[in-house]
């Protein structure tokens, strides 16, 4: 009793710093976004101030479709096909459903691009996650592949820190989304793509130590289980 007691304790721990680090991560975005606090150059110069944009002059967005569900020819591929209820993760990977090329064609999804911001616009309105591979989606999501030297991480951080915004800017009486026209007005204020990294860069190495004590605490919790089978086999 002792020794798991002391196992709980590990583990109730790590939980704490876990979440110590999330409530830092989210007080360092509001001073990062609200720009109460800024970064400098390299050389220690200011950047430009920020400039209010729309997100449709920011990004191409991208709507995605459904092919036949029937059709057995148009699925079983190797193209991703994400549905809003698989954005769980920051980097998106594989799906549970494939498209082969002729459900790609058949339907009105578009192949995205490595690194393009899957945007969950329907129901679960504002989940957000990086493609790590060509993929396509449904027609719950409005895609932003981002233009120019326009920072992917940087946005997928925004996007986070607003979530609340895009939920408001929803409309639908049998559930919330947010079509593609009106993602597109959404504005925003924009730094210089330097200053983009930068914020982008500091967020994503909490989101690093966030996970890695997410890691750990799963680890420790399966130690746990399986002493307890071995116990009281």
């Known amino acids: 009793a002792g020794f798991l007691g002391a196992v709980d304790e590990r583990i109730k721990l790590m939980q704490r710093r876990r979440d110590a680090l999330a409530r830092y991560k989210a007080g360092l975005m509001q001073r990062l976004f609200d720009q109460s606090l800024r970064f400098t150059r390299d050389d220690g110069t200011a ?34 096909w994400f549905t809003p209820t698989e954005i769980k993760s920051k980097y998106l990977q594989s799906s549970a ?27 679960n309105v504002g989940d957000v996650g990086i493609a790590r ?4 989606t449904n027609q719950g999501f409005q895609s932003l592949i981002m233009k120019g030297k326009h920072f992917n991480e940087f946005w997928y951080q925004w996007i986070l820190h607003n979530k609340k915004k895009f939920v408001r800017w929803a409309a639908g009486s ?30 994503s190495a909490l989101d690093d ?25």
């Open 47 to 80: 950047f430009p101030d920020w400039e209010e944009k729309r997100l449709g002059e920011i990004a191409t967005i991208v709507g995605g479709g459904t092919p036949e569900t029937a059709e057995d020819s148009y699925w079983g591929g190797d193209i991703p």
């Open 97 to 123: 459903r494939m498209l082969t090329s002729d459900g790609l064609k058949s339907s009105s999804a578009k192949l995205l691009p490595i690194g393009t911001l899957l945007l969950s616009t329907r129901a």
């Open 133 to 136: 591979q060509e993929c396509t």
């Open 174 to 203: 049998t559930f919330l989304e947010i079509n593609k026209t009106e993602v597109g007005k959404i504005k925003a204020e924009t730094p210089h793509p330097e200053e983009q990294r930068k914020i982008a860069d500091a967020l």
């Open 209 to 233: 130590k966030i996970a890695a004590v997410s890691d750990q605490v799963k680890h420790m919790q399966t130690f746990k289980k399986g002493l307890l089978q071995q116990m009281f086999v």
